[in-house]
């Protein structure tokens, strides 16, 4: 059988928002190299029929496996809530998704039982991260909100503008109205826009991302599954894109805080 722990873990999203996720998993698992694909020729998947999100994701699965990946991140929500099941029964490799992790992590902050959860339209109406949530703590009220507007502006690098401020408080306002505590950030582009989102829910909301949670599980199933990358060398990132949007290098830069190097367009 051949040893599959140098090769290298894949990585795949609708954008450039899984990009918050592979930040997480380099800090953890630094000698790892990952292959990152962002569908942004389809962009937003959010809007999008479950039908038409299985057929994206099962296309991302295929182009990375091509790759000889090890193991399988489904850094989209979209993905993780629509096309989790589909990928795992057709995949052998370990898969991570982004929406059981996330859902421990707010179950564990929650002060007063009250958690909200914003998300794209077909995040929200998948109804993926309420059943979670019920099964860790029936107890627990969940409120949803759709954003739909907030990935365009992601991609578009209104990060710090105005009239994000402006969309960000309308969209809280009716989970701020039920007393949340604990906000789920469903959406992997949404952490770059984390400080819009502390200014508008307040110092008081516990804010939750995927990122970190998804992270430690990836790094926990690797070890279980004997696949951990055993060399002391810095890994590497490579990232290819169906297409090559004008804000992907700059806010991709930005926030990973190093030069986005080995950005290819590919055609899938």
């Given at each position: 059988?051949?040893?599959?722990?140098?090769?290298?873990?894949?990585?795949?999203?609708?954008?450039?928002?899984?990009?918050?996720?592979?930040?997480?998993?380099?800090?953890?698992?630094?000698?790892?190299?990952?292959?990152?694909?962002?569908?942004?020729?389809?962009?937003?998947?959010?809007?999008?029929?479950?039908?038409?999100i299985?057929?994206?994701?099962?296309?991302?699965?295929?182009?990375?496996?091509?790759k000889?990946?090890?193991?399988l991140?489904?850094?989209?929500?979209?993905?993780?809530?629509?096309?989790?099941?589909?990928?795992?029964?057709?995949?052998?490799?370990?898969?991570?998704?982004?929406?059981?992790?996330?859902?421990?992590?707010?179950?564990?902050?929650?002060?007063?039982?009250?958690?909200?959860?914003?998300?794209?339209?077909?995040?929200?109406?998948?109804?993926?991260?309420?059943?979670?949530?019920?099964?860790?703590?029936?107890r627990?009220?969940?409120?949803?909100?759709?954003?739909?507007?907030?990935?365009?502006?992601?991609?578009?690098?209104?990060?710090?503008?105005?009239?994000?401020?402006?969309?960000?408080?309308?969209?809280?306002?009716?989970?701020l109205?039920?007393?949340?505590?604990?906000?789920?950030?469903?959406?992997?582009?949404?952490?770059?826009?984390?400080?819009?989102?502390?200014?508008?829910a307040?110092?008081?909301?516990?804010?939750?991302?995927?990122?970190?949670?998804?992270?430690?599980?990836?790094?926990?199933?690797?070890?279980?599954?004997?696949?951990?990358?055993?060399?002391?060398?810095?890994?590497?990132?490579?990232?290819?894109?169906?297409?090559?949007?004008?804000?992907?290098?700059?806010?991709?830069?930005?926030?990973?805080?190093?030069?986005?190097?080995?950005?290819?367009?590919v055609?899938?």
């Amino acid at each position: 059988m051949i040893k599959k722990n140098n090769h290298p873990i894949g990585i795949f999203d609708s954008g450039l928002g899984g990009l918050t996720v592979v930040r997480e998993i380099k800090k953890i698992l630094p000698n790892e190299d990952i292959v990152y694909f962002g569908d942004n020729a389809r962009l937003p998947y959010g809007i999008k029929s479950k039908r038409q999100i299985i057929e994206c994701s099962l296309n991302n699965a295929r182009f990375l496996l091509k790759k000889k990946i090890k193991a399988l991140v489904i850094a989209c929500n979209s993905s993780s809530a629509n096309a989790l099941y589909v990928l795992k029964k057709r995949l052998t490799i370990p898969i991570i998704d982004v929406i059981r992790p996330a859902s421990q992590a707010a179950c564990e902050v929650t002060r007063n039982k009250k958690i909200g959860i914003i998300g794209t339209s077909a995040t929200i109406e998948s109804h993926a991260y309420q059943r979670e949530i019920r099964k860790i703590d029936s107890r627990i009220k969940v409120y949803t909100q759709k954003c739909p507007l907030l990935v365009p502006l992601v991609e578009e690098g209104w990060i710090h503008n105005e009239i994000t401020d402006s969309i960000i408080k309308k969209y809280l306002w009716p989970l701020l109205k039920e007393r949340i505590d604990t906000l789920l950030l469903g959406c992997t582009h949404y952490p770059l826009l984390k400080r819009a989102i502390i200014k508008q829910a307040g110092k008081h909301v516990n804010i939750v991302d995927s990122g970190p949670r998804a992270a430690y599980d990836l790094m926990r199933k690797l070890t279980s599954c004997d696949l951990l990358n055993a060399t002391k060398r810095k890994g590497t990132l490579k990232i290819f894109v169906s297409d090559l949007s004008p804000h992907f290098i700059t806010i991709g830069e930005r926030f990973l805080k190093h030069k986005l190097e080995h950005v290819s367009v590919v055609r899938i």
